[in-house]
């Protein structure tokens, strides 16, 4: 996913991508975009799915799925949480959900390493691919990925890397 915002000369520019996620119809985005949200004014967004098959960041490489556009003002409003039909191309009823909230000032970090004992097997030929994601919950109860490890190809004992997080990524600083 591409996030575009609209400037002062009401041009849409580039914000920011997601990562890429590779082979599913319905992808769980972990990145997340930080903005200053400015209540007088209409901060407009348009997000733009696309269907990466090629290394290449020039989107007219890519194929188009559809888009959004809303202001951050309509998500915030809504409880900080919207779900709206793609526009575009596509005649399939896709749906994008965004999600945004306040974040709080905390600048802790949080370094965490994790490792698996004894995981069942899960691949037909070998043993499993595993890797981890960590949800947060958020205020409307629905959750959101925040961070996912690497894949540990052909075992059952995996040890993943160490990471650090920020506490306002992982809990927005909340650690109650």
């Not at 961070?147 to 997080?165: A, D, G, M, R, S």
């Amino acid at each position: 996913a591409v996030l575009f915002v609209q400037n002062a000369d009401q041009k849409y520019v580039e914000f920011g991508r997601t990562e890429y996620i590779k082979d599913t119809l319905n992808p769980n985005f972990v990145k997340a975009f930080v903005m200053p949200y400015v209540f007088e004014e209409c901060q407009r967004l348009r997000f733009k799915i696309f269907d990466i098959d090629s290394p290449s960041d020039n989107l007219s490489r890519h194929d188009f799925l559809g888009q959004l556009d809303c202001t951050l003002g309509e998500i915030l409003s809504q409880g900080g949480r919207i779900e709206k039909p793609l526009k575009g191309i596509s005649k399939k009823k896709s749906r994008i959900i965004v999600s945004a909230e306040e974040v709080n000032p905390c600048n802790d970090l949080i370094t965490m390493a994790f490792c698996g004992i004894h995981l069942d097997k899960k691949d037909f030929f070998g043993k499993s691919d595993p890797f981890l994601v960590f949800y947060r919950m958020n205020n409307d109860g629905s959750y959101v990925a925040v961070h996912k490890t690497e894949v540990i190809k052909n075992t059952l004992n995996p040890t993943w890397k160490q990471f650090t997080i920020d506490a306002k990524k992982l809990c927005n600083g909340d650690y109650t």
